[in-house]
């Protein structure tokens, strides 16, 4: 059974940090396109950041691009994001979702695994 088990969230104040990571078991996803998204309260999920399954290419919503960084470490089965510079809009539930395929994309359909998700919550 495939799982993706997310941690690392937690509260932090606004200019702080958290690094995110996403394990996941039944399967390996080396080689496949893998992202984060988020959703805060009464708003949909929205995409972050995704990476390519050699990590060679990732793409960030326009609202992270500078502060979130993607990266994963294959070995492991392991994505992560770094967050930095957080600020109190950030404050979401993140999800890790995995791709089938090898190629990034910004939908969540094109995503067919996901995590439970773990709360971010940045005070002002």
């Known amino acids: 059974q495939v799982q993706l088990v997310e941690s690392g969230g937690g509260l932090v104040q606004a200019e702080g940090s958290l690094r995110l990571s996403c394990a996941a078991s039944?399967?390996?996803?080396?080689?496949?396109?893998m992202a984060w998204f988020r959703q805060a309260p009464g708003k949909e999920r929205e995409f972050v950041a995704t990476?390519?399954?050699?990590?060679?290419?990732?793409f960030y919503a326009d609202s992270v691009v500078g502060r979130f960084t993607i990266s994963r470490d294959n070995a492991k089965n392991t994505v992560y994001l770094q967050m930095n510079s957080l600020n109190p809009e950030d404050t979401a539930v993140y999800y890790c979702?995995?791709?089938?395929?090898?190629?990034?994309?910004?939908?969540?359909?094109?995503?067919?695994?996901w995590g439970q998700g773990t709360q971010v919550t940045v005070s002002s």
């Open positions: 990476i390519s399954g050699s990590g060679g290419g990732t």
């Open positions: 039944g399967r390996t996803f080396s080689g496949h396109a």
């Open positions: 979702a995995a791709s089938s395929t090898r190629t990034i994309a910004t939908i969540q359909r094109h995503y067919d695994y």
